[in-house]
């Protein structure tokens, strides 16, 4: 019933090669692995079956269609990741921590799983993997190879011909050469002298010559060789980093060394030489891991804020996958744009993000702070606390602050969208609006009223809430014609403002002062009742919505959920629950809580007319829960059982400490992907021969016009981002046919019919005439509808007259070539 | 124990003199030393690392390079463009030859110890026979404008390989002509600036390995002419460079005063293909570092900060001992200081000078640590000057501190010092 979201991308494998050129690029993120397609920057597949994260993949040396994956549930899999099938389980039975696939060993892997017996030891096992018949197989042979080795797949590292394996823990460094049955220990100095740090972070050797290289706390390289002797033994040094080396990476032919740390800069040296070296700076965040392409062609590095860079060979940015950043603390919260229905929160350092949860992808991110951040520890870094949308989305009111605690530097920005430019620009930004931190901020939702209504409420730790509206501009040379100021300062006993709520008719606005919570007037500002359920601080407030608005829900830090009625103004019922997150669904009654208690948390949805809850959901993770958005779907799901009738206009999702965003689902997993990108990549996977380039060429023509014919009748009903339009963009341009044959279609589907015009009008008209009668105007727009589809076969009738022609000369060329290429076989 | 009065010294103002050069004893248990001012030591690695001999320098006397030759005969040269054999049971400058081709930039022996051939400002090459005596000039080898800064012989002794300013050349010993000429200052992008080769080395294999002012050590093969490999060990020049009698180690000095280990290392584990690579730098030194040795078991290095750092190869050393410990000689090790007891008078002596104080005094006790008030300032009594190039060899100064005598390599002088108040006059004997 849970399913994580994308978030925590563990570690990318390289490519697969096809031809010359990497293609696939695969990573593990959470409990599955993600193909994802290098050209068309898009996730092909998403392998799932694991139950748990998934540690390490890596792919087949003997088969690079294929791909092993390890995961903390105990199992490692076999995939065939052109298709998405799992080929075998191998289940093991301990943790896999990580997991290597070496060419020379055709029956074995090895996996690092923990020590039975002894906590926080690891050991290096090769499993055989048996040959049996069926797809649940058995790995229980093991034999160690290495003990007390790091539990990072980082940390361990096979040389070269998979002759020797080094594993480097702390100050020691293990070489384990098979043949010889061999081992070798080396250590460095513990002591931290003149800021050195010689603590290993990672190690990779030289695919063709017998050098270690090793990634160290205080940001040296270390290249050793020579290491089979215990005496004369040799290692040099490359110092660039400042601070720990995260991953290290060596080219196919070994000639150039990939480095990268929390500088977030890429260096690159060649020859093993301190003075040569090449970087590419400014790639937005810590690297934490690199990974280069089976072909050499490409290499990727991992970011800590969860994004994936693809960076070619010659050291040029190539193109980024980023899925929700993580950011150090979610301070904002979980917003709904309520635009494009995108997931709003801390991004980048000073950076609001706006993540598509249908794609999986950063929409775009807005820079709030607008100030550049430096890597540093102890740096006062400016930062985003507080987000909020107007009911439309045309405002976005943001405030900064300083890390400082005793002063912060406060900034209040209101950003207005513009249509024209399609994002937001700095409308007001209000320094200091609060002497203290602001805890709470809410704009008055009204749809209705329209922008002249719009009032945003601050509440601070300086002991006041305050109004701001919108005044008209009366300087004639200012830019903009509507600045936002402050018009109204409330305060109640001099006690800290905690939260603030508008009621949903936005007459009321309930602000939460420590104990007690104080509902005003929003129209006069005056006070017009208070509420308190001692002992202990209200912690959120929330009003309940379309038949609930008369409730006002409050939920204490000391264990108690409150729903008051405001037209008694009395307590109307109360629970002992220790809430951590209030959430009311903006499209009906029902209001999110989750609660957190001897380490689970728990979710509640209830009415709040109702004392009893609608859905409770026991031990939803073992993560603590930090914040949670309902996320309006954008057509009602059909929802059969009586339990989840409350997921039916809106979805529920959440971000846990970990920063892992969790959603509520009646289904099973469902795939994500689009079924043009499935078919694009099955087109990928055909083996390409000339015959099969004029056979497929005739095919896809045909099933494009197919698609063309339909595209239209698609188009006219939803305007832009229709599916038909996608399909054209997303097929490739060596299939489709001529520009300027496709000219026509596409004119020709943006153009509105005069037809469909009246038809529309007609239906407008309908409308209404028959406000009242809902159920008569429903059966007149079914009609209408019907009218516009005959009117459009009616019109494309012409054009597939047009196609055949032109299609017939191409089909006729296409023989010509055809039969004379045959008959030399 | 007894109370004592401890006076901190801060007058000595002793400048040591930089290493100029260092000579490793083809048997490995000697290592002579000559220093910026002309002095030359002798330090017995056999006998705890002992400065066994000291020979003082001369003002007319600088010496650019030393060598060991038939036997344990040592030869310096200079820029004076003199070749002198030391005496060291004597302790003085021997034999001196005039080199005929003005400043020598540098001197070799060959592998047996019969030849020497220098390098001259002229740009000639000339070898010398080491005969019983002394050294007799043999011939001229081809010459060439630009002066020779470095010389390696190969180990058969067949060719010499002479680094200059931009150019490295290689010269048949027995036809005397020039076989190879290479230009070092290819492909780099400042080749305006002149490149100087600072040191080079031919190996048995026939690769001449030089260094140069670019701070790159290549490695080239002397019969194509063609570079093996080239190692950018540093930003500044590299000064010296010193090669491991098994020729699978090396150690460069820079100007910067780090040193730099290189290896020969086989690319893979078992294989026959072997590379050089760079290993462990080291930071020892705090100026240019112009004169590095490598003994079988250790790399030396000595640079303009005075220093000697001598630092064991630990694979090489078999047994955890006094051997596999670093030393650094920072100090000198001769007796510079004596003290006139009664007096309370302390004689320094300077290379070229003598300087006499008197201690400060107190009246006051105090405890452990404590420092106490002085009632009278050192005072600086006398600065004596020596006559004569020659540097002073020792000095005394008497307990009643009225006797005081230096020596220089040809003079014994002494001079009776008389205290009559503030006035100290010298009187010599």
Known sequence: ?825 | MGEFEVHRVRFFGLVPAGVRCLACHPRGTRLALARTDGAVEVYNFAANYFQEKVIPGHEARSVESLCWAAGDRLFGAGLGGDITEYDLAGLSAARGLDGGGGPIWSMVANSTGTQLAIGCEDGSVKIFQVVPGGIQFERNLDRRKGRVLCLSWHPSDTHIVAGSIDFFRVIDVTSGQTVQRVMVNHHVEKARRECVVWAIALLSSGTVVSADSFGRVQFWDWEQGTLAESHTVSTSAVLSLAVSQKEDSMIVGTSTGATYHLQLLPVRLGGLEKRWVRTKPFQFHSHDVRAVAHSPTALISGGLDAQLVIRPLMEKVQKKGYDAVLRKFTFPHRRLVSCARKARLLLFQFSQYLELWRLGSTEETGKDGEVLPLCRMPEHLVQLKSKGPEHIYCSCVSPCGTWLGYSTASRFQLYRVRCDGDGVSLRKV
């Open chain 1, 1 to 825: 019933m849970v399913s994580p979201g994308a978030l925590r991308v563990v570690r990318c494998g390289g490519g697969a090669q096809r031809g010359a050129r990497a293609v696939y690029l695969l990573y593990a993120s959470g409990d599955f692995v993600k193909v994802h397609s290098v050209n068309t920057e898009e996730t092909l597949r998403l392998l799932c079956g694991h139950a748990d994260l998934v540690t390490d993949i890596q792919l087949n040396p003997h088969n690079h269609m294929q791909l092993y994956s390890s995961s903390l549930d105990g199992t490692i899999k076999l995939w065939d990741f052109m298709d998405g099938i799992p080929i075998k389980t191998f289940t093991v039975g301990s943790k896999l921590l990580a997991l290597y696939a070496l060419a020379g060993a055709e029956d074995s892997v090895f996996v690092v799983i923990p020590k039975k017996g002894e906590r926080d030891t690891f050991q290096l096992v090769s499993v055989k993997l048996t040959k049996g018949a069926g797809q649940d197989l058995e790995g229980k042979e093991l034999s160690v190879v290495l003990d007390g080795v790091g539990a990072s797949p980082k940390q361990i590292a096979f040389g070269r011909e998979d002759s020797y394996v080094v594993s480097v823990k702390d100050v020691n460094l293990q070489v384990y050469f098979f043949k010889r049955k061999l081992l070798n220990r080396f250590s460095l100095s513990a002591a931290k002298t003149k800021g050195g740090d010689n603590r290993f972070s990672c190690v990779v050797c030289h695919p063709t010559e017998d050098c270690i290289a090793t990634g160290h706390a205080d940001g040296k390289i270390r290249l050793w060789r020579n290491f089979h002797h215990k005496k004369a033994y040799t290692y040099s040094a490359l110092h660039w980093h400042h601070d720990i080396v995260m991953d290290l990476a060596y080219s196919l032919e070994g000639t150039r060394l990939l480095s990268g740390g929390v500088e977030s800069v890429l260096v690159q040296w060649h020859n093993e030489s301190s003075c040569q070296k090449d970087f590419l700076p400014r790639l937005g965040s810590p690297i934490d891991c690199i990974s280069m392409s089976s072909d050499g062609v490409l290499c990727c590095t991992l970011h800590t804020d969860n994004r994936i860079s693809i960076i070619n060979s010659n050291l040029r940015f190539s193109r980024s996958i980023q899925g929700l950043i993580k950011s150090r603390d979610v301070k904002t919260g979980l917003v709904v744009d309520p635009r494009t229905k995108a997931l709003v929160l801390n991004g980048e350092p000073g950076h609001l993000q706006f993540y598509s949860l249908q794609s999986d992808q950063q929409l775009f991110s807005l820079d709030i702070v607008q100030r550049q951040y430096i890597h540093q520890a102890g740096l006062k870094q400016s930062d985003l606390v507080k987000v909020a949308f107007s009911a439309r989305g045309t405002w976005l009111a943001t405030v900064e602050e300083s890390e400082e605690v005793a002063d912060p530097e406060l900034q209040l920005k209101l950003w207005f969208y513009s249509e024209e430019t399609q994002s937001f620009a700095l409308n007001t930004r209000i320094n200091t609006p609060h002497d203290n931190h602001i805890t709470d901020m809410c704009f008055r939702d009204m749809d209705e009223l329209g922008d002249d209504s719009l009032i945003l409420v601050t509440t601070g730790r300086d002991c006041v809430f305050k109004v701001w509206v919108m005044v008209e501009d009366s300087d004639p040379e200012a830019h903009q014609s509507v600045s936002w100021s402050c018009d109204f300062v409330g305060s109640y006993h001099n006690y800290q403002a905690t939260n603030c709520c508008f009621s949903e008719d936005g007459s009321l606005l309930a602000v939460s002062f420590e104990e007690t919570v104080t509902v005003w007037d929003s129209l006069t500002w005056d006070l017009k009742c208070t509420f308190c359920h001692p002992p202990g601080n209200i912690r959120n407030i929330c009003f309940g919505r379309l038949t609930c608005s008369k409730y006002l829900i409050g939920a204490t830090d000391y264990g108690f959920l409150c729903c008051w009625n405001l037209l008694t103004c009395a307590l109307e019922w109360s629970a002992h629950l220790n809430v951590v997150v209030l959430q009311p669904d903006p499209l009906s009654e029902h209001i999110a809580a989750v609660s957190w208690l001897s380490k689970e948390s728990s979710l509640f949805v209830f009415k709040p007319s109702e004392p009893w809850p609608v859905y409770i959901q026991r031990n939803l993770c073992k993560e603590k829960i930090l914040l949670a958005a309902f996320v309006p779907r954008d057509e009602p799901e059909m929802i059969s059982s009586e339990k989840y009738l409350w997921l039916r206009k809106s979805q529920l999702f959440f971000l846990t400490d970990t920063q892992e965003l969790m959603t509520l689902s009646t289904k099973s997993l469902e795939e994500r992907l689009t079924p043009s990108s499935k078919q694009l990549a099955v087109e990928e996977s055909l083996p390409v021969t000339p015959f099969s380039v004029l056979l497929g060429k005739h095919r896809r023509q045909q099933a494009q016009e197919d698609t063309d014919l339909g595209k239209p009748v698609v188009h006219s009903k939803q305007e832009q981002a229709s599916p038909a339009v996608k399909e054209l963009l997303h097929t490739p341009a060596h299939v489709l046919p001529s520009a300027s044959f496709l000219c026509t279609i596409f004119i020709n589907s943006l153009l509105i019919s005069k037809e469909n015009k009246s038809a529309e009008e007609v239906a407008d008209e309908v409308e209404m005439e028959s406000e009242k009668a809902d159920d008569e105007s429903d059966e007149e727009d079914v009609t209408a509808m019907e009218e516009e589809d005959t009117s459009h076969v009616e019109l494309l009738g012409e054009m597939t007259s047009k196609l055949s022609k032109s299609q017939e000369k191409e089909l006729r060329k296409i023989r010509k070539m055809d039969y004379s290429w045959i008959s030399a076989f």
